[in-house]
């Protein structure tokens, strides 16, 4: 085992190999509040990489209804009581010691790398998913939480900010193309790779012999056996299009199938410059703006340990005990700055889903306000300011002001529309 | 005369379990591997070998080792555990032929759906042979070794292949798959995996490993392999030319290599290096007609029997000479 810094523990820790880091890194916000579950994400993925005999039970992105849902079923619930097993009571952050580089302060419990280590393990814990686990991905879809103690009955007060008393809400999921991934540091015949031009974690199809470790250990349940070709597959970050070798952009990166696809615009996918494996300050892409600036972007279950790198808005109605048990103690500062956000936040939230073209930097040009009003007893100030994207090649991608622009149409369609039928 | 004392009845008695025991061994041709000069002779046989019946007669003139195998504990993952492996080998026609035979409680030979591990058994022997073996695990990367793998699950289905969807899940329904014809979308096959070559004609794999983590599929496939389950037994045989290219284990009549042994049980989701290993032992190729080595073909019981027979025959003679000398002295 060697010693690695995970900033998002904010401390060192235990891994199977020495620290390493790619060159750039593939990064995805997922806004959880805009997203409708309409699973266009995952149908993208599944059209585009999935649709052949033996992948029947894959879902490489997949959406799944919290707190009940899971694909494959439970497989959070299943690690949390893993990691509890390995240390009853002590999963817990100590919040107070936030910093720049340790934005959610120090997690005090153990990985699934150290918790492995505690129980003699060669490797991480984890578990394999049964066949019946991996069916049925989108059950509990819809189902919210209940009143608690009543069964089959909602909260009476149930839709009540700040905390709903009853509720669900959506997770996006895809491989999360960890720092420090459970995948790779599980496979025996090191098979799987971390690619240093853009972090994208790749199980090597000639290599691999199925005898699917990384399906066990990787914590998100997101590495996936495929029977008829006796190998495990997994999501492949759409390298082909981050690369920029999709025909449509012209050699520039363009983000991936389940991102571009997005109905909800909830998500945006882009990369962020490594140096000294450190998130080299760049305060201007818009995804180190939304994880290390604004932070309002936290990392899911931060504390198996892998550092992973799709980064979720969490969802302001739900109880906020079960959110920082998804995303850490950074889950309050998040809701609030999501809630009363700032004006640059306003111009960046506009990005999401506006260009298939990964944005690397923005500019934002100053408008006039719009509304001066009060909510929750803040006062809430909206700018119409314009922000204009950059791709790859430091070309204009995109320009969108925060006030939609806003259409009236006039009736003469409308009759020519009645009169066909 | 004067009386035996203790310490010499002591040498006869020890003699006489000797001899017992010699001459066990020698009726079967019986050895045991745990010993350093265990050998496993490949003598010739004068009849074809069947590769589809790993149960054939033929296997009776094949003297068996019986040979220890004990957990993989050198590297992560560990596995495995206590067992034992009756080898035989035989020669016929240019070719060698290995069979192992292990007890396995059930058959598993599936790796068609989720969770599922197959039953497996591998050979292995050094590359080149020479004053010293490689590390009994895999090799080392100056001393490369040759593997002979057999999968239960790669004979299973059509065509000694694994199972396909369709036959793994009979009633599945699917409106269509639109890239079938389309390598791409078949990555492990189209990149030359081994695992899942199409054109597998053989349940066994020919690889070659340096150490840990790097068996890699060899470019010639040119080891036959077929098992067959019955009664909590597996009985699996191997088989290959003799005499191949020098980039993989030669064995010729007159020389001696290395060999070990290691057994893999799916029911205990056994893969990669959780298995059931053996050390090196040694190979001899014999020139000698195989006769069967006193013929262990009554099986188990007929070898309890006899080895039954002969311990009362020693304690006879040594009872039978203690008597006498106590006559002696009386
Ligand atoms: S496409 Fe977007 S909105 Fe629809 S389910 Fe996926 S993430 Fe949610
Ligand atoms: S999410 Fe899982 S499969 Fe993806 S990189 Fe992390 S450990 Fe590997
Ligand atoms: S990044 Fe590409 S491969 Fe991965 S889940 Fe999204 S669409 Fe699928």
Redesign the pocket.
Known sequence: MAKVHNWQLGREMDYRFPEVHPDRQFVAV?NIN?????????F?CKSTWTYSRGQELMWW?N?ETKPYGGYPHHWDIKLLQLLNDANPGGQTWDASTQSDDAPYGEFKGMTIFEAGAAEGKDSAIGYLPTEEDWTSPNFYEDTAKGNPGVPNEYHPEGAQLPEHNTWFF?L?RICNHCTYPGCVSACPRNAIYKRPEDGIVLIDQERCRGYQKCVEQCPYKKSMYRPNQQVSEKCIGCYPRVEGSDPITDGVPMETR?VA???????LQGLVDIQDGEWVEAPTNPLYYLVRKEQVALPLYPQFGTEPNVYYIPPRWVPREYLRQLFGPGVDQAIDRYTNPSRELQAVLQLFRSTQKIIFRYEIEEGEEIMDTEVNGRRVQIFNDTIIGFDGNDQEAVRISVEEPFHIRNGEFAGQFQNSI | METLSSSKRLTVIIMAFVFVGAAALTLFDLRLASSQTVTLVAKRSENAIPLDDPSADVWDKGAPIQVPLSGQNTVPPRGGGEGTVTARALHYDGKLYIRMEWSDATKDDSTSMQNEFTDAAAVQFPVEHGESVPAFCMGNPDAPVNIWQWKAAWQTGTDASVLDVQEAYPNIAVDFYPFEDEPEFYPAAASGNIVVRADRTSAADNLLAGSFGTLTAAEDQMVAGMGAWDDGKWRVVFSRDLQVGAEYAQFAEGDSTNVAFAVWNGANAERDGMKSVSQFLTLEVSPEIATGGGGLSGGTIGLFVVVGLVVVAGLATVGSYLLYTRRQTA
């Open positions: 997922f805009r997203c409708i579950a309409c699973q266009t994400c995952t993208a992105n959406v959506y996006q389940c696809t997005c109905v909800g615009k909830i998500r």
